[in-house]
């Protein structure tokens, strides 16, 4: 769905891990478990079950890009707009999708709205002046650039999302019929995007309900500016719910400006006042578990165990110093190839090929690396140029 994972004075957007872009799609053959939670019931059986769904989201659900032939298309000239670089949720897909375009040997050119909304339409007007073939959006949702984005298709230009949701989504406008041109494809049984981020979410609560015996007490953070965040959250409280044990005793609601203005902390710090029982926390992002979570916990971080949020870096980093619990994470780098192999196929007259993208829940005892970034068992880059025939 989204963070900073190197430097935390950064200001962060959304994503998921979500890294699970409105452009997924949804549906069991890329998911561990189910947004129905595990079952119900007494709750007697619900650590069992749980820790089945988990066993499963440790071992990740990655598969090989669709090796189909589809031949890069010549010419075309893309833009990719990016809700902001200086947060890593969103460099670190747009710079892979700019990758993905240049290997591919089209000419890309790279917008910043630099975390300000007031800048979403106005760079996506200067991609329709500059004639492009294709606009990429990188967590902007369809509903806040819905007037340039008619502008766009008018003009026959391509859209593809990251991070992002149409404007039919429920949540986010609710409209007949979407603007988008082509979604990244997660699996061939992966058709609805609410469900997936959902099943996302429902992972990250089925590893505390095994994890506490199902008597987790669960703050959980929230950033509503973010419809792939609502579908996130959704999943995981229906799993929590329907546990017959664990709970949510409380969402706490946080925005990118609380980032920016110091208030994180404080507000972190006044929940937990509030919820002394509680002895788990939910994080939406990883630049709010870095700056806010783990800063708010401080020298009390092994009181409470916390789920991270796309696990980042610096989100690795907290679970490596034993601050945070862990994070389900989705390759933000492979998501921004696939969108470009998502634009190719579009241009092709082709339905998006299945990208294979996944994700795997990491803590100090499954799939840590030693240092650094969480890299995925699939060579991507050379799978899709193999599928491009270049390079």
């Not at 990719?80 to 670089?85: D, R, T």
Request: proline content about 5%; some cysteine.
């Amino acid at each position: 769905m989204i963070v900073v994972a190197r430097n935390t004075r950064r200001v962060a957007v959304v994503v998921v891990a979500l890294l699970i872009a409105a452009s997924c799609s949804s549906g069991s053959s890329t998911s561990t478990g189910n947004t129905s939670g595990t079952g119900g019931g007494s709750g007697s059986d619900q650590p069992a079950k749980a820790q089945t769904a988990t066993d499963l989201a440790f071992k990740g659900t990655n598969r090989p890009v669709d090796p189909t032939p589809r031949a890069a298309v010549k010419g075309k000239h893309i833009v990719v707009i990016s809700a902001g670089q200086a947060a890593s949720s969103s460099s670190v897909p747009s710079n892979g999708a700019v990758a993905a375009a240049e290997a591919i040997g089209w000419q890309v050119d790279l917008y910043d709205a630099k975390l300000d909304p007031s800048n979403y339409a106005p760079l996506v007007r200067q991609a329709i002046a500059a004639n492009a073939d294709g606009i990429v959006l990188d967590a902007i949702d369809c509903s806040a650039v819905k007037q340039p984005l008619q502008e766009a298709k008018a003009k026959n230009i391509a859209i593809v999302a990251i991070y992002a949701f149409d404007c039919n989504d429920s949540h986010a406008g609710g409209d007949p019929t979407g603007l988008y041109s082509a979604n990244i494809n997660y699996g061939a049984k992966a058709t609805d995007p609410d469900a997936f981020a959902g099943v996302y979410g429902a992972d990250q609560a089925n590893y505390i309900i095994a994890d506490s015996d199902n008597k987790a007490k669960v703050i959980a953070i929230q950033d509503p500016e973010f419809t792939v965040l609502y579908w996130t959250l959704d999943g995981f409280s229906k799993t929590i719910q329907d546990s017959g044990g664990s709970q949510i005793v409380d969402t706490l609601d946080v925005t990118v400006a609380d980032l920016g203005n110091g208030q994180i902390v404080p507000k972190i710090q006044a929940e937990l006042l509030k919820h002394p029982e509680a002895n788990w926390i939910k994080s939406p992002y990883t630049y709010v578990t870095t700056i806010g979570v783990a800063q708010a916990l401080g020298a009390n971080a092994n009181k409470l165990k916390v789920m991270g949020g796309e696990g980042f870096a610096d989100e690795l980093d907290l679970i490596r110093s034993g601050k945070i619990t862990a994070a389900n994470i989705i390759s933000s780098e492979w998501v921004g190839w696939a969108s470009i192999d998502t634009m190719n196929s579009f241009f092709l007259g082709q339905p998006p090929a299945d990208s294979g993208i996944g994700w795997t829940m990491v803590d100090a005892t499954h799939n840590l690396p030693a240092s650094g970034e969480f890299v995925p068992p699939v060579d991507f880059h050379a799978e899709y140029k193999a599928a491009w025939g270049v390079g």
